[in-house]
């Protein structure tokens, strides 16, 4: 992951207090531009285009870009763009930024097949244009100053220190001329795809399998979280097949009741990767249970615990070994359902929910990604969330996703059967949370720290303060707490608590654990 961050205002000192919190998103190297029109901003992770030219940002005819991204296939717009006469100085995807805005305007947006946050200053305009990829893989905030001038930046952390108000850019938008623009509604398919089982199974096949492919391509070194699961599993099987030697797997679990770790040597040894075990304890959990709150900017109850597994696997991955990129699992489960989505009462609902969740998903699992593996100077890649892959899976009809067959994601679990890249165990095991997955005692043990921080009457009277996605237990009001000491008055950059859908029967529960559902059965085992 890079840090960028853009501002037209005059408190220059704020902007880069405030850009420094992000450091560790980039910390190859740094640098500061005033552009004429106001500041641009960028902390360098070196994962494309490894030489100091690669570093942003980049500059065209007084015009800058900084982009934290990754463009798959840029090489060919590269071609196209070398044709009419532009010239490059690095082997950087985002180099090609600057002519392809020269050359489409804000059309560039929707071209780019890619995983982007950019802010462009245009020298010729005198403007500041910024947008954000389709499901907002990466992270873009913005707040206004004191003045009502913009401030752009990757994480909310940037802006405290300047904007009274700060929420996420919205998905698959840009801004120019003071307003936000839709380029892309990913989340909303246009059209019923009607296709039979058969081409179903073929196309997520395929379209997964170059998902991960693109996202082999990377100047420095690539490993993948492999919990065991389903997802993280398909992810690092395909992989596998298409490397030329082991890749390298990392696990974690709880010391005494790690759910995950069994599977995930199971895995590991069926597709001969390097597998790595990393345990944790209580006390870790606990101690950091603060930092992790800071590091996300949330108070999301699902988004916190299973950060605190991911969080502690990125840390000793960076602090042991030289991987820059790490391939993870995760979108597969808005795309295809969780457990609490069996309960749908119909199709048209199901499908509701999936709209729901692609579009808000920047704010829960996506976040969480995003933070846990750049805290620690790290690469997120999401092969499920290949915008190709997205697009089909949520047009498809929601009648053949819904779970009629007594097994989820049944779709994605046939389309990967007659290839045997994975055991049938492991390609038909049950879905388990991550959270719990690490461990069921994990979540016990957060639930009764919180637990002991309030007596019954404190709990409700300290919960009433909130009026923005109020408390409801003890563990989200300790949660918010802490989040309220260093985002004071940014509850709305989230949108609710990430829970199962209350108004259908069966899930009208008080804990986001799929452990608390009736058809839980066998997940956790």
């Known amino acids: 992951m890079c840090s960028i961050a853009g501002y037209c205002g005059v408190y220059r000192d704020e902007f880069l207090k405030g850009f420094a919190e992000t450091v560790s998103r980039g910390p190859d190297d740094s640098r500061v531009v005033d552009t004429g029109r106001g500041l641009i901003a960028f902390h360098r992770l070196a994962i494309m285009g490894l030489t100091p030219e690669g570093m942003q940002p980049f500059e065209m005819d007084g015009s800058y870009v900084v982009c934290n991204g990754e463009l798959y296939g840029f090489e060919k717009d590269k071609e196209e763009l070398l044709k009419k ?107 019923v795809c009607d296709d039979g089982l058969d081409d179903i199974f073929k196309n997520i096949h395929d379209k997964l399998t ?33 490397s030329s030697k082991p890749i390298r797997t990392f696990a974690i679990g709880m010391e005494k009741d790690a759910i995950d770790l069994n599977y995930a040597k199971q895995v590991a040894d069926y597709i001969g990767s390097e597998d790595t075990k990393v345990y944790m304890c209580q006390e870790q959990a606990l101690f950091s249970l603060e930092d992790v709150i800071r590091m996300l900017g949330t108070y999301d109850i699902t988004t916190i615990r299973a950060s605190m597994g991911m969080y502690l696997l990125c840390k000793w991955i960076h602090e042991n070994t030289d991987i820059r990129v790490l391939l993870t699992g995760e979108i597969s489960d808005e795309l295809f359902g969780y457990k609490y989505t069996d309960f749908a009462p119909d199709a048209a609902a199901f499908q509701q929910e999936a709209e729901k969740r692609i579009h808000e998903l920047h704010m829960y699992d996506v976040l969480r990604a995003d933070r846990c593996i750049s805290v620690n100077s790290l690469e997120a890649r999401v092969p499920f969330g290949d915008l190709d892959f997205v697009k089909y899976v949520m047009s498809l009809n929601p009648v053949k996703k819904m779970n009629v067959y007594g097994k989820g994601k049944y779709l994605l679990r046939k389309a990967f059967e007659a290839d045997e890249c ?20 994990m979540v016990d043990d957060l639930k009764e720290y919180a637990e002991g921080c309030y007596t019954d009457a404190e709990f409700e009277e300290k919960r009433k303060q909130y009026t923005w996605a109020q408390p409801f237990t003890k563990e989200s009001l300790l949660y918010r707490e802490i989040f309220e000491k260093y985002y004071p008055g940014q509850a709305e950059m989230v949108v609710d608590f990430w829970m199962p859908n209350k108004s259908w029967e069966g899930c009208n529960v008080n804990d986001p654990s799929a452990r608390v559902l009736a058809n839980y059965g066998a997940s956790g085992q």
């Open 85 to 191: 006469g532009y010239t490059f100085k690095s082997g950087s995807d985002c180099e090609i930024l600057l002519p392809l805005w020269k050359e489409y305007g804000t059309e560039m947006f929707s071209r780019l097949d890619a995983e982007f946050a950019l802010i462009i200053f245009d020298g010729e305009k005198g403007e500041v244009i910024a947008a954000r990829d389709p499901i907002g893989i990466r992270p873009l905030y913005y707040g206004f100053d004191k003045d009502g001038v913009i401030c752009l930046a990757s994480e909310p952390k940037n802006l405290t220190s300047l904007c009274d108000h700060i929420m996420p850019f919205p998905p698959g938008h840009y801004w120019e001329n003071g307003t936000f623009t839709a380029y892309s509604t990913i989340w909303h398919a246009e059209g």
């Open 422 to 441: 994975l055991p049938y165990d492991i390609l038909f095991r049950e879905k388990a949370a991550f959270s719990d997955a690490v461990g069921h005692s």
């Open 210 to 242: 170059a998902g991960v492919e693109k996202r082999l391509v990377a100047d420095a070194k690539v490993g993948f979280l492999l919990s065991g699961g389903l997802d993280s599993s398909l992810v690092c099987a395909i992989a596998a097949r298409r």
